[in-house]
T-cell receptor
Framework: KAGVTQTPRYLIKTRGQQVTLSCSPI?????VSWYQQTPGQGLQFLFEYFSETQRNKGNFPGRFSGRQFSNSRSEMNVSTLELGDSALYLCASSMTNNEQFFGPGTRLTVL | KQEVTQIPAALSVPEGENLVLNCSFTDSAIYNLQWFRQDPGKGLTSLLL?????REQTSGRLNASLDKSSGRSTLYIAASQPGDSATYLC??????????FGKGTRLSVIA
């Protein structure tokens, strides 16, 4: 069974631009969660989608948004990028509140 | 609100030593507790999942225990190897909330 995949793996953007990251969950998993990881803050929860509905949202500004498609694939979007948005963005999928499986992450660098 | 603490933040041991990593959480109504491993710049690899009805889980040289009454979990690694060097993270779920992560323990196993 294929694991969680994330694309792209690396991104370099400049301040003010926007970016879209993609996550394909493990087949059959309907829950997709997004996390931001930085050296200073550790892993912080962004949002969770279940069956195309946002079920939970972390404490991030409205520049961060996401969505989930009918095939459970998910995208997150960050608009008006800031230097502080540079981070490793991780996606995780699960059946429900069971074991979470993470993808390899997307490394975003904002210049 | 669930808070997760991991002690120590870093640990260095000689190869072959048995070791224990600690994780404490504030909300005893924990649903699942999951241990992960993260190699530098990579995603998270799930090691063990302990559900609230369980007290421990074992996989190979790894054993994780959960004591809800004291708000603690431990990850025991037997006969450590240089390949075990990584950051180990614990995370808990309470109710229908997302994973809450500790800051991790950075383990170095010296050959």
């Amino acid at each position: 069974k294929a694991g969680v995949t994330q694309t792209p793996r690396y991104l370099i953007k400049t301040r003010g631009q926007q970016v879209t990251l993609s996550c394909s969950p493990i087949s059959g998993h309907r829950s997709v969660s997004w996390y931001q990881q930085t050296p200073g803050q550790g892993l912080q929860f962004l949002f969770e989608y279940f069956s195309e509905t946002q079920r939970n949202k972390g404490n991030f500004p409205g520049r961060f948004s996401g969505r989930q498609f009918s095939n459970s694939r998910s995208e997150m979007n960050v608009s008006t990028l800031e230097l502080g948005d540079s981070a490793l963005y991780l996606c995780a999928s699960s059946m429900t509140n069971n074991e979470q499986f993470f993808g390899p992450g997307t490394r975003l660098t904002v210049l | 609100k669930q808070e997760v603490t991991q002690i120590p933040a870093a640990l260095s041991v000689p190869e072959g030593e048995n070791l224990v990593l600690n994780c404490s959480f504030t909300d005893s109504a924990i649903y699942n507790l999951q241990w992960f491993r993260q190699d530098p710049g990579k995603g998270l690899t799930s090691l063990l999942l302990i559900q609230s009805s369980q007290r421990e889980q074992t996989s190979g040289r790894l054993n994780a225990s959960l004591d809800k009454s004291s708000g603690r979990s431990t990850l025991y690694i037997a006969a450590s190897q240089p390949g075990d060097s990584a950051t180990y993270l614990c995370a808990g779920i309470s109710g229908n909330t997302p994973l809450v992560f500790g800051k991790g323990t950075r383990l170095s196993v010296i050959a």
